[in-house]
């Protein structure tokens, strides 16, 4: 079982992470690792995702996401519905005025993959702290838009 979280605290107000972070066009400027994003309709719980993500090596994943979850300014949720299981959850709460940011990645690898879950529980561990940090950096340095 992978179940990780990352706890980053970000100097701004949670409406403008959450529209940061659940901005389709947006998600490669944090998740350097997303080439793409493109929803099937307007966010919101049951809307698809065709994301499509670069691996080690160049070689290009594509995955399906649905929006399990979409509570402006608190929380926003994906399940892998094609693609490595891996779902992500994201929390938001006020702290220290800015906001405290939780994301969560969990899920079970099945068949051959499980054997290279301890592996890719630590690589995964490594990518969404470097992803959490990069995002802070861009919402304390930049104007987000609108």
């Not at 972070?21 to 998740?31: A, C, H, I, K």
């Not at 519905?81 to 940011?101: F, K, N, Q, S």
């Not at 994301?103 to 690898?109: E, T």
Request: with cysteine; hydrophobic share 40%.
């Amino acid at each position: 079982m992978i179940d990780l979280t990352i706890d980053t605290r970000i100097a701004r107000p949670a409406a403008d992470v959450f529209g940061y972070v659940t901005d389709p066009e947006l998600l490669p400027t944090w998740q350097t690792n997303t080439i793409s994003s493109v929803p099937d309709g307007p966010l919101a719980v049951g809307t698809r995702l065709r994301e499509v993500h670069r691996a080690p090596g160049g070689k290009e994943l594509a995955s399906l996401v649905e929006i399990t979850e979409y509570e402006p300014g608190r929380a926003f949720a994906l399940h892998v519905v094609e693609g490595t299981p891996v779902d992500l959850r994201i929390t938001l709460e006020p702290a220290d005025g800015g906001t405290l940011m939780r994301f969560r990645a969990f899920g079970r690898l099945t068949g051959v993959m499980r054997l290279a879950q301890p592996l890719l529980g630590r690589v995964l561990r490594r990518q969404f702290a470097r992803q959490c940090e990069t995002l802070k950096r861009l919402l304390e340095t930049q104007a987000v838009p609108a």
